[in-house]
């Protein structure tokens, strides 16, 4: 694994992309997450985080919340919980994310953000043109991230979980502080 990565040799420069449900914060698999009382990070968050922080000037989260769309949450909700979540990584780990992008439209809508589509990754790059897609690494638990990833060139890391992937990445890992660990050993 540790060999893998170090092929790709990741300085600075790259552009890390993180999804939400799964990978920062524990899955709600019956549900959405619609308050940040619902909103528990995932076991070693925190110190994956920190070890990015040091790793990445850009740090981009990208997630698919149709549940807007299904009017199970509103806007408002979904900011609410991201409110959290960065209030909570800015106190704790002086962590922030540049961007976070998020595609509330329901699943095949007409003008579809949802990833495997590439237009949160192409809204950040337009934000950011120094972005460059073949210096970035998309983590996620899911068909639709390592797709998404894929799509656009990226290299890809998959957090293994209850969720069946069909679709191959580049590296599969147990957890964000895994592959964490795995770039603090060879930077």
Not at 76 to 99: C, G, P
Not at 116 to 125: Q, R
Not at 134 to 149: L, N, P, R
């Amino acid at each position: 694994m540790t060999l893998i990565v170090k092929e790709w040799r990741i300085d600075k420069s790259w552009t890390l992309f993180l999804d939400r449900d799964g990978v920062i914060n524990e899955r709600n698999f019956e549900g959405y997450i619609t308050s940040p009382n619902q909103f528990k990070f995932k076991a070693g968050v925190f110190d994956a985080l920190k070890i990015f922080n040091g790793l990445f000037d850009k740090k981009i989260l990208v997630t698919n919340q149709q549940g807007v769309a299904k009017k199970i949450m509103s806007k408002r909700n979904l900011d609410e919980v991201h409110r959290y979540m960065s209030q909570e990584l800015k106190s704790n780990i002086n962590f922030e994310f540049d961007a976070i992008f998020t595609a509330i439209n329901r699943r095949g809508a007409e003008n579809d953000r949802r990833k495997p589509n590439k237009s949160m990754a192409l809204e950040a790059k337009e934000i950011d043109p120094d972005i460059d897609f073949e210096k970035s690494i998309m983590i996620g638990d899911t068909d639709s991230d390592i797709k998404f990833g894929t799509n656009l060139g990226m290299k890809t890391v998959l957090i293994n979980s209850e969720e069946v992937v069909t679709e191959k990445p580049d590296l599969t890992v147990e957890s964000l502080k895994e592959f964490a660990l795995i770039l603090n050993e060879i930077k």
